[in-house]
């Protein structure tokens, strides 16, 4: 009979033992976690260290197993166990594990049967559905529900742009709906993100960047501060890397909370928009010595997570412990992990914060070839999805514009937020870096031929001021999240523009509208992929908080009632987004121009003038190439003037035939209908007369 044939397969799947009442079998050691078969419900989990392993199943919402059935011996292969039950109903149980082994801290050995320890390849993770509540929020146990996503796909097919066409729209899945000014039925959840694609397609964007949505405790740590509620609201805190966060699901019944993300993804990219989700391989929420033991702790804690000679935990995240990710174990984990997101998902992307952690090796120190992160740049399953470092840890490891790469990975560039900040609000000296970081960052990113596809340019994202309180609040005011404001970074690079906060005075205002503007349009004009907060295109605030972390309220929230307040920043943000759109050279290189141009030249302050002195305040940039399909010229002049006085500019000489059109300038109220050219004053022919802190755009016209 032919190995395969139905007989073969029901004779392969009948029961060979009976433990605790339950007809078990050897299992499918290679199909790690919990999973459906003919039958019944194989279990596979693998440990180093445990001498045994037992198998808990649980009722719905019970905290005390109804069964336990130990692995049998033979039921290990190596270091791994398999087994399948039968007659399990998959929507009836919840289950996790006890691993028995050697108790030795200084060993990294933390094996208690007594524990329940959740699966780590669980696709779904019980009791966490409902936000912010919670039996027993100090209690730290986790179960593991069996999940099968039943989804079609039909004929998908992922948008694949290109890095540097990437125009990244970073937002929180409960923040961006979760205020009743959002207007949506199902606030704060991957349902209420889909119910908003019409804006995001009218804004312009195409990828979403989701803050963590792999299933954290949002209950970790609450507290109450001055009568309000703290959570760990952003997520970075994992608990179960193979699950989403099924508090963001507006539907909560079984199997359901992956089927509403794998709608949320598919019609995001049928109309355009690519998913990048934002992963936390760099610590979990078990913590330091002091923190809970319900995952990998106790499974084998001496692998997954670096550990000191005396077995305490090193902490380059910041939040506790670190990921062991170069062990092979961890490797093949985050491989894994990965390649089910894509293939399960198909998200197009990921964010990986504080990557600088996946190249240490195990005793913490830098690697120069980490092979997780050159893994990763090679899988073949993962061959076409962006991977995307924050190149830095909270160890001191700052790698922007030396991550090892493979030419496969970008970066989030701290460089272009920090100098774009200080070059916007008029520091001295910082001229020759905003030139640098406009042009697509080839001093960082150029010498190793990885081009504009590296660089993901940002002034804003979660982490620190929005836009709008960029230039509002000199210093942060995180006094609400209770730590007295010690927490939070204090190099903001931010003005207040001469009134902390808030102020009714107009030319203060009206200054600060245009420095919005300026950051807008420069970042919409900086070669590489863009990226910026949600909200910041309606001037969405945080009241001064630049550390809003724990904030679940309208700190954190997006207001929408400030799109109509701020009309004209958000048409002025269409406005950027279509012409970044509509012209590739500002996104990188297209050609060679026809009338001879070069690629990039500088014009700081009079034609063809590259020369920039400390006390340079005013640039000029031009990108020359050709527009989409090669048709003909595409010719842009970007003028900055971050002075506090007026400064003439000198645009480039043009040929016969061809004239200069001033498309977008910041010293005036953006509509529909503003003509900009104009409006804008020229002293001659070919320059123009800038006011104080504004930017300029011209583009090159046949007539």
Not at 26 to 37: D, H, I, S, Y
Not at 203 to 214: D, K, Q, Y
Request: some cysteine; proline content about 4%; glycine content about 10%.
């Amino acid at each position: 009979m032919l190995h395969g044939s139905p007989a073969v397969e029901k004779r392969y799947y009948a029961p060979t033992d009976e433990v605790a009442g339950y007809k078990i079998r050897p299992g499918k050691f290679l199909r790690n976690g919990a999973t459906c078969v003919e039958g019944g419900v194989n279990f596979t989990i693998h440990s180093n260290g445990a001498t045994a392993c037992n198998l808990c199943l649980f009722h719905i919402g019970e905290d005390e197993p109804y069964a336990i059935i130990p692995f049998p011996e033979s039921y290990c292969l190596g270091n791994t166990y398999s087994m399948v039950v039968f007659g399990l109903n998959p929507a009836e149980f919840e289950y996790a594990y006890q691993f028995d082994g050697e108790y030795d801290v200084r060993k990294g050995l933390l094996f208690d049967k007594t524990k329940y320890i959740l699966d780590p390849y669980a696709k779904s993770v019980a009791s966490q559905g409902i936000w912010g509540e919670k039996k027993n929020p100090s209690v730290r146990v986790y179960k593991g529900r069996v999940a099968d996503s039943g989804y079609d796909w039909g004929n998908f097919k992922n948008t694949s742009l290109e890095p540097k066409d990437m125009i990244i729209y970073e937002m929180h899945v409960r923040g961006f709906t979760m205020d009743e000014s959002s207007g949506v039925k199902h606030r704060g959840t991957y349902e209420g993100i889909r119910e908003k694609i019409p804006y995001l397609l009218e804004l312009g964007v195409n990828a979403v960047e989701l803050m963590p949505i792999f299933e954290f405790d949002e209950m970790e740590d609450v507290r109450v501060v001055d009568g309000e509620r703290l959570l760990n609201y952003w997520g970075y805190s994992p608990v179960c890397f193979f699950a989403p966060n099924a508090a963001y699901a507006s539907d909560k019944a079984f199997n359901k909370v992956g089927n509403e993300l794998r709608s949320l993804i598919h019609e995001l990219n049928s109309n355009g928009i690519e998913v990048i989700l934002d992963v936390v391989f760099n610590h979990t929420a078990e913590g330091n010595e002091l923190g809970p033991c319900f995952s990998f702790k106790g499974i084998d804690n001496n692998i997954y997570y670096m550990l000191t000679p005396d077995g305490k935990y090193y902490n380059f995240s910041g939040c506790g412990n670190v990921m062991n990710c170069n062990h092979p174990i961890v490797q093949q984990f985050i491989l894994e992990c990965l390649r089910y997101w894509v293939v399960s998902y198909r998200v197009d992307g990921f964010r990986f914060d504080l990557a600088s952690i996946m190249g240490r090796n195990e005793d913490g120190s830098p690697m120069s070839k980490p092979p997780l992160l050159q893994s990763l740049a090679f899988d073949p399953v993962l061959g076409k999805v962006k991977l995307i470092a924050e190149a830095w840890d909270a160890g001191g490891l700052y790698q922007v514009g030396s991550f090892p790469s493979w030419n496969r990975w970008a970066e989030w560039n701290g460089r272009y937020r920090d100098d774009m900040r200080c070059f916007l609000k008029g520091d001295y000296g910082m001229a020759q870096a905003a030139i640098n970081r406009i042009t697509g960052s080839l001093d960082l990113y150029g010498k190793e031929n990885r081009g504009e596809n590296a660089t993901v340019n940002f002034l804003n994202c979660h982490d620190g001021f929005t836009l709008y309180d960029m230039y509002a609040y000199n210093n942060k005011h995180n006094e609400k999240n209770g730590w007295g404001n010690t927490d939070g970074a204090n190099d903001n690079n931010s003005w207040n523009c001469g009134v902390e906060g808030e102020t009714d005075d107009p030319e203060i205002l009206k200054l600060r509208n245009r420095l919005r503007k300026n950051a807008f349009a420069i970042l919409m004009c900086s070669r590489g992929s863009a990226m910026f907060l949600a909200g910041d295109e309606f001037c969405n605030t945080q009241f001064g908080n630049n550390n809003a972390y724990c904030q679940d309220n309208i700190i954190s929230w997006l207001d929408w009632n400030r799109k109509e307040e701020y009309s004209e920043m958000f048409e002025f943000s269409k406005f950027m987004i279509h012409l970044r759109k509509q012209h590739p050279i500002l996104r990188g290189r297209s050609g060679p121009s026809g009338c001879g141009f070069p690629e990039v030249s500088i014009h700081n302050k009079t034609a063809w003038n590259s020369s920039c002195g400390p006390d340079s305040r005013t640039i000029g940039i031009m990108f020359a190439g050709r527009t989409e399909g090669n048709i003909e010229d595409d010719i842009i002049y970007i003028g900055i003037n971050t002075f506090w006085e007026k400064e003439k500019i000198q645009l480039p000489k043009l040929p016969l035939g061809r004239k200069w059109r001033v498309i977008m300038n910041t010293e005036f109220e953006h509509t529909k209908d503003t003509n900009y050219h104009k409006l804008t004053k020229w002293a001659g022919n070919d320059t123009i007369v800038m006011c104080p802190r504004s930017v300029v755009i011209a583009i090159v016209e046949k007539y």
